[in-house]
């Protein structure tokens, strides 16, 4: 490879390579016996080294990219992760790729993932809920999953997507669903895309196909907001007048929000910056119901945007990515949600 040196683990010929990108997460973390608490530990070999398993499967080409708890992700370092996945999607010699990551902004990293690349080939995001340090920890089986579905024939063309506790999950709708139990990530009404079963990948559904963006250089600041009763709309003012270049804002039940909040929209909207309106519910959609002040009719006819059915994390993502290419014209905007 050009620019990414790579380590090999594993020589049989008669396997597939796979890429694995070690970021971190709790499947890569350790109690400190000091502290008392979990910190990163593991290199991507040393993952490798609690499943060799995984060498019956696949020889291993690993790259560390970092060893970082999740939750200290960013937009850079999410640039800087789908070029080098894109890299190693590009090597012929390479089947497919799984990403070790912190399963706390691991739904986030797989939606970038898959507006950021274009291939027929597997990109497996995999993490633990339980560190190495304790009685049982789901990382290996989990690691094993993921090399499993990514030499997989069924994988090709299934996108970017989140494999934890053996159920396949796509980028787009998948989500955390509970802060400690192995189960924890599922895809709401969509339902899973499969499931990994001992040597067999059972398929549930299609992909789902999202729209594809190049790398930009950089990405412009976009915030999420939530609503809550009572809200007077002045962090979305504020947000306004600091300088970001988008708003997503989580509203209530199909997207409304309350009348204070409204006016601050159409103030935000007047200083030409989009805001797209997503809800905190889980399922469902966003629907222009409701006409009232602050109802979600009345604000897309104000030039609101609405979500669709993508949460509100997601639709940042979305927005940060449409606006390096569109701006802020809103009809052009409108297409990536619709
Ligand atoms: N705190 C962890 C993270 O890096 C949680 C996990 O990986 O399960 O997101």
């Keep these: 490879m050009k620019n990414i040196e790579l380590k090999t683990i594993g020589i049989n010929p008669d396997l597939p390579n796979i890429a694995l990108v070690a970021t971190g997460g709790t499947i890569a973390q350790r109690v400190d016996p000091k502290t008392k ?5 593991l290199s991507g070999a040393a993952l490798v080294d609690l499943v060799p398993q995984i060498l019956q499967l696949a020889n291993i ?24 996945v894109n890299e190693l999607l590009l090597n012929p010699q390479i089947k497919g790729v799984v990403v070790t990551h912190g399963t706390d902004t691991i739904a986030e990293a797989a939606y970038f ?40 024939d069924e994988a090709q063309n299934i996108g970017v997507v989140v494999e934890l506790n053996q159920y396949i999950n796509s980028a787009r709708y998948t989500r955390k669903i509970h802060t400690d139990n192995v189960h924890s990530f ?22 789902d196909f999202n729209p594809y963006f190049p790398i930009p250089d950089s990405l412009p600041k976009v915030v999420l907001l939530k609503s809550y009763s009572g809200d007077d709309g ?7 007048d600091s300088g970001v270049k988008g708003i997503v804002i989580e509203g209530f039940g199909a997207g409304n929000v309350d ?23 889980t399922d469902g959609i966003v629907l222009p119901m409701y006409g009232s002040k602050g109802g979600g009719a009345t604000l897309q ?6 979500a669709n059915d993508i949460s509100g994390i997601k639709a ?14 809103t009809e052009k905007l409108r297409k990536y949600f619709s």
Aim: no cysteine.
């Design 37 to 41: 608490a979990t910190v990163p530990s």
């Design 234 to 240: 002045s962090f979305i003012r504020y947000a306004a």
């Design 301 to 306: 006819s104000a030039g609101a945007i609405m």
């Design 259 to 281: 009348e204070q909040s409204h006016d601050a929209i159409v103030y935000t909207l007047s200083k030409k910056i989009p805001i797209i309106i997503a809800t905190q519910v």
């Design 61 to 84: 080409k690993l790259y560390d990219f970092s060893n970082i708890d999740s939750s200290q992700m960013t937009p850079n370092l999410w640039l800087k992760l789908s070029k080098i």
């Design 113 to 152: 993932l898959d507006l950021t690349t274009k291939s027929t080939k597997p990109v497996v995001f995999t993490g633990a809920m339980k560190s190495t340090s304790e009685i049982i920890t789901d990382g290996p089986l989990n690691l094993y999953n993921a090399v499993n579905l990514a030499v997989a």
């Design 186 to 207: 599922n895809s709401g009404d969509r339902g899973y895309l499969g499931y990994v079963a001992k040597n067999k990948i059972i398929k549930f559904r299609e992909r």
């Design 316 to 329: 940042r993502l979305l927005l940060m990515l449409a606006l390096s290419y569109v701006n802020s014209d």
